[in-house]
């Protein structure tokens, strides 16, 4: 099978042998070559009007041609291999962390009319975090004919019976609109291809909102781009379901699945939180044999059965290993799935597509619900959220806290436009951290406050805004904004610790006053070398000083590595700091380093300056899988002061490290690696340090 792809719109020849397949989004103009030589000629643009003649003319052809199964009555039956990835995803914040990979081996019988059996033939999976999901069972099979006139997904507890736009039924049900049209051109054979927006006529009801690419000679709908109305989930914590089915043509006349893509992500519908969960599935089918001889009878309607768990087990005649599906490549951020999901926002108003409730509590982590801090006591919080439509919303936190008898607010507004986000915030009593490397958790600081008398922080507190833009640019993602907030520094609140007779750690002052800022941002992945994936992450401040009460210029760049492949006995992460600063930096912009979190077997924070170097790198193995693994870790950190930071320096109590420290341990990860005990120690006259953490993955909403 030939499968050809074009940055736009790609259909390849057919052969006996061959497949001709519908991949690509955008429009082709002119003519390109593609993969094989091959030529893609001459798309025309069209009609921008809903319900024109010409799209309720396809439209209409297309519901003609699914009187026939696959649009065409010669088809009597096939056979045909596929297999597929299927991994469950949590999100925390906008990263995704892969919890579970299964991988699934079909073989398909279809007969005409419509009998059809799916068979589950081999099945391996790898759990990476604690889970206890139990998959519908066609989220582990293939789509057949466009799933029929009505479309069912989780066994109908997630979608049920929404009308498929080619239905009968459809053309008073949906609206259509002519995109373009193209003529591709292989060899000795010219197919065309229309392609056709479809939205409901009532965007309240249930209904798909995407695009159909259809064959203009049989009305064969050879690939379908959509998402749904929130009318549509049946699951109130669905927030979208999206869905990429490509076929192929097959035997020069027969349009049958070939690939699909498959996203869906729930978050709690009562509460906005960063966390959330998305299955995202590919199957693809391997190969065909059409008309052939039938083996068996085939029951009929549409069944999925599945061999015994011994017998997927023994399966070996795998295509791909199973972290070679949609993991690769950025594919995490399904760039296809998220511009169908755009071009459903530009066919429907946004707010048909938001699933789940409007109108939700709010808390943007665990931390801001309880916590304690040495600057604060004891803190309570909570808060509320409004989604005006699937890409805006406002939310407002508040929180009080009991030692200082102060309250804590914020409110902040998002909105996204393609793929760009402008936010803005506002915060009165907000708690800040002096250190540019966070030491641990929030969870981790409230528990260790509490039987230590240490939570790992240097705090001052902020009152004041941020207006903010982000978007791709060069490959990355940048984002620019300006601050101002008046700076104050914090005292020590809490006398005693909530559980012992520890003693606490004094709160070291910052340089008060006003600060206005412009901040820019600037992140990148940067490919693999020696089996490791790059990000690179770099952070700038500056302030001129003319509004405000500082003057100065920071930069920080991190490099962050880790091991390429997923799976395996062994694993390894890498970080790398390098930070300078000019103009007068204010002791609460100074680099720090020393203790948990940078050169553990140090005091913590006992080094600073203007410019910085570190490096922390980790190596791991599992011993019993999930339950124990060891690890080796090792870290080496350098600070020099110089005119622009040596008051602040002074002011704060720290110095620079004269030299390069260095720091190695070892520890045991527990239960998926989200527990980890460590004993490390300061190789340049440091101490033993024992210290308990959590996966740094959690840390964004602890």
């Known amino acids: 099978m030939t499968c050809l792809r074009l940055a736009a719109l790609c259909l390849a020849a057919a052969t006996p042998a061959a497949a001709q397949a519908v991949e690509g989004t955008q429009t082709v103009e002119g003519s390109q070559t593609v993969e094989g030589g091959q030529t893609v000629e001459g798309a025309q643009a069209a009609d921008s009007a809903w319900n024109g003649s010409d799209a309720v003319h396809i439209a209409r052809r297309a519901v003609e041609a699914r009187k026939h199964a696959y649009a065409d009555s010669s088809l009597r039956s096939f056979r045909a291999r596929a297999q597929g990835h299927i991994y469950f995803l949590g999100e925390f914040e906008e990263d995704r962390e892969l919890v579970r990979a299964d991988q699934v081996a079909l073989q398909i019988?279809?007969?005409?009319?419509?009998?059809?059996?799916?068979?589950?033939?081999?099945?391996?999976?790898?759990?990476?975090?604690?889970?206890?999901?139990?998959?519908?069972?066609?989220?582990?099979?293939?789509?057949?004919?466009?799933?029929?006139?009505?479309?069912?997904?989780?066994?109908?507890?997630?979608?049920?019976?929404?009308?498929?736009?080619?239905?009968?039924?459809?053309?008073?049900?949906?609206?259509?609109?002519?995109?373009?049209?193209?003529?591709?051109?292989?060899?000795?054979?010219?197919?065309?291809?229309?392609?056709?927006?479809?939205?409901?006529?009532?965007?309240?009801?249930?209904?798909?909102?995407?695009?159909?690419?259809?064959?203009?000679?049989?009305?064969?709908?050879?690939?379908?781009?959509?998402?749904?109305?929130?009318?549509?989930?049946?699951?109130p914590d669905l927030e979208y379901i999206t869905l990429d089915l490509r076929s192929a043509l097959w035997d020069g006349r027969y349009w049958l699945p070939y690939e699909q893509d498959l996203e869906i992500r729930r978050q709690l519908s009562w509460l906005s939180f960063p966390v959330g969960s998305v299955i995202r599935t590919r199957i693809r089918v391997l190969d065909y044999e059409i008309n052939g001889v039938p083996q068996y009878r085939i029951a009929s309607g549409e069944r999925i059965a599945s061999l015994p768990a011994p017998t997927l087990a023994e399966y070996e005649e795998w295509e791909t290993p199973l972290y070679a599906g949609p993991l690769g490549e950025n594919e995490l951020s399904d760039h296809e799935l998220a511009q169908t999901r755009a071009r459903a926002r530009e066919l429907v108003k946004p707010q048909a597509l938001?699933?789940?409730?409007?109108?939700?509590?709010?808390?943007?982590?665990?931390?801001?619900?309880?916590?304690?801090?040495?600057?604060?006591?004891?803190?309570?919080?909570?808060?509320?959220?409004?989604?005006?439509?699937?890409?805006?919303?406002?939310?407002?936190?508040?929180?009080?806290?009991?030692?200082?008898?102060?309250?804590?607010?914020?409110?902040?507004?998002?909105?996204?436009?393609?793929?760009?986000?402008?936010?803005?915030?506002?915060?009165?009593?907000?708690?800040?951290?002096?250190?540019?490397?966070?030491?641990?958790?929030?969870?981790?600081?409230?528990?260790?406050?509490?039987?230590?008398?240490?939570?790992?922080?240097?705090?001052?507190?902020?009152?004041?805004?941020?207006?903010?833009?982000?978007?791709?640019?060069?490959?990355?993602?940048?984002?620019?904004?300006?601050?101002?907030?008046?700076?104050?520094?914090?005292?020590?609140?809490?006398?005693?610790?909530?559980?012992?007779?520890?003693?606490?750690?004094?709160?070291?002052?910052?340089?008060?006053?006003?600060?206005?800022?412009?901040?820019?941002?600037?992140?990148?992945?940067?490919?693999?070398?020696?089996?490791?994936?790059?990000?690179?992450?770099?952070?700038?401040?500056?302030?001129?000083?003319?509004?405000?009460?500082?003057?100065?210029?920071?930069?920080?760049?991190?490099?962050?590595?880790?091991?390429?492949?997923?799976?395996?006995?062994?694993?390894?992460?890498?970080?790398?700091?390098?930070?300078?600063?000019?103009?007068?930096?204010?002791?609460?912009?100074?680099?720090?380093?020393?203790?948990?979190?940078?050169?553990?077997?140090?005091?913590?924070?006992?080094?600073?300056g203007d410019r910085v170097a570190w490096l922390e790198a980790d190596v791991s193995r599992a011993l019993v899988d999930p339950w124990v693994g060891i690890h080796a870790l090792g870290s080496m950190g350098w600070t020099d002061l110089t005119s622009v930071g040596q008051s602040a320096a002074d002011r704060f109590g720290v110095a620079q490290t004269v030299g390069t420290k260095a720091s190695a341990g070892v520890g045991l990860g527990l239960f998926y690696d989200i527990l980890r005990i460590d004993l490390a120690r300061g190789l340049d006259g440091g101490e033993w340090a024992l210290f308990v953490s959590l996966n740094r993955a959690l840390w964004s909403v602890l």
Not at 128 to 134: A, G, K, N
Not at 369 to 395: C, P, T
């Open 354 to 608: 938001l699933g789940g409730e409007r109108l939700q509590l709010h808390l943007p982590n665990a931390s801001s619900a309880v916590r304690a801090r040495r600057a604060e006591g004891i803190l309570l919080g909570g808060g509320g959220a409004y989604r005006l439509d699937e890409r805006s919303e406002l939310s407002f936190w508040g929180g009080y806290a009991f030692g200082r008898e102060r309250p804590q607010l914020r409110l902040g507004a998002d909105r996204w436009s393609g793929s760009w986000r402008v936010s803005a915030e506002g915060f009165y009593n907000a708690l800040q951290d002096v250190g540019s490397f966070q030491a641990a958790s929030g969870l981790t600081q409230t528990l260790s406050l509490a039987l230590e008398g240490e939570d790992y922080t240097d705090p001052y507190f902020e009152h004041g805004g941020r207006l903010g833009v982000s978007g791709p640019v060069l490959g990355g993602r940048v984002g620019v904004g300006l601050a101002a907030a008046s700076h104050r520094s914090a005292d020590l609140i809490m006398q005693t610790v909530l559980i012992g007779q520890a003693e606490l750690r004094p709160v070291r002052p910052i340089d008060d006053g006003t600060l206005v800022a412009l901040e820019a941002s600037f992140e990148r992945e940067l490919g693999r070398i020696l089996h490791t994936a790059w990000r690179m992450e770099l952070d700038g401040e500056a302030s001129a000083g003319v509004i405000g009460d500082f003057g100065f210029t920071r930069a920080l760049l991190t490099l962050l590595g880790e091991r390429a492949e997923a799976g395996g006995d062994w694993d390894w992460t890498a970080r790398l700091g390098l930070g300078a600063a000019g103009g007068e930096l204010p002791a609460q912009r100074l680099f720090l380093l020393g203790g948990r979190g940078t050169l553990p077997g140090y005091a913590f924070r006992s080094w600073g």
């Open 109 to 235: 019988s279809w007969e005409a009319p419509d009998r059809a059996l799916q068979t589950i033939v081999g099945r391996r999976h790898e759990v990476r975090l604690p889970t206890r999901i139990q998959y519908h069972i066609d989220h582990l099979s293939l789509v057949l004919d466009n799933f029929g006139d009505r479309i069912r997904l989780g066994e109908g507890d997630e979608v049920w019976n929404v009308l498929h736009p080619a239905a009968r039924g459809a053309l008073r049900y949906y609206e259509y609109r002519l995109v373009d049209s193209f003529e591709i051109r292989v060899r000795d054979r010219v197919t065309h291809v229309d392609r056709v927006d479809v939205r409901p006529r009532d965007s309240a009801l249930p209904g798909v909102v995407g695009t159909m690419y259809v064959d203009s000679e049989s009305g064969a709908i050879a690939r379908l781009r959509v998402t749904f109305t929130s009318a549509s989930y049946r699951d």
